[in-house]
């Protein structure tokens, strides 16, 4: 079985785009549990463009002992005003895991994982000062990479596969598919290399002893073939094709139907 963890920095950015309270991530992350979701991730960013260093406190206080809460961040973004830094915030809110994303403050959303083979020379001090605060530490990584080794080295306790460019081949073949559209065997190879590139990844990770998350415009309809096709995953992260889904059937029935798939 296969952790379910709801992003809820969407509910954060529709919040933001009018101004006051409304709707509280902390609300939607409780709604989210009652309906059967274990784990909540937020992803604070420097810029304040959705959740905020407020709204972390507000659902670290809020979440029962028995639900996982998740902070992503980059490890070395400076504070600033109104940001404290990702170790200030775990510090407060002693999440049980923190994943480290290499974002820079111009990035939309994650589009890459940290390169095993040139990781920061502090990166294992940064790994146990977040665990010193005891939270378990996973590094973003591209699917396709091996290399893990230095990131078990430095202390690290799992990886999140950037799982992208999967979502990405999965509605290209779909897309090929159904509208008999030219090269369909081509998408349909191009989904296959790009669910090996991720058991790859996995198998290199867990043969090192890391455990495996996973996470990126993953949904309900790529959802169930990635996790058939990359045995062992410990825990997946979706909030963006979550909350879009939830528009029209509903947050509830939405994180339901996520858990009928993960299991748990």
Known sequence: MTLLSVNVNKIAVLRNSRGGRLPSPRDEALRCIDAGARGITVHPRPDRRHITPEDVAAIAEALPPDVEFNIEGNPFAAPREGYPGLLALAEAARPAQVTFVPDGDGQITSDHGFDPTALPTSMGAQVAAFKAVGARVSLFVDAGETRFASIRDAGADRIELYTGPYAEAYEAANAAAAHRAAGPVAA??????????????????????????????????????????????????????????????GLAETVRRYRAITGR
């Open 188 to 249: 349909t190879a191009h989904l296959g290399e790009r669910i090996a590139d991720c058991r790859r990844s996995a198998e290199a990770a867990q043969a090192l002893g890391l455990g495996v998350n996973a996470g990126h415009d993953l949904s309900q309809a790529n959802l169930h073939a990635f996790l058939a096709g990359v045995p062992g995953v410990l825990e997946v992260s979706i909030g963006h094709a979550l909350i879009a889904e939830a528009l029209v059937d």
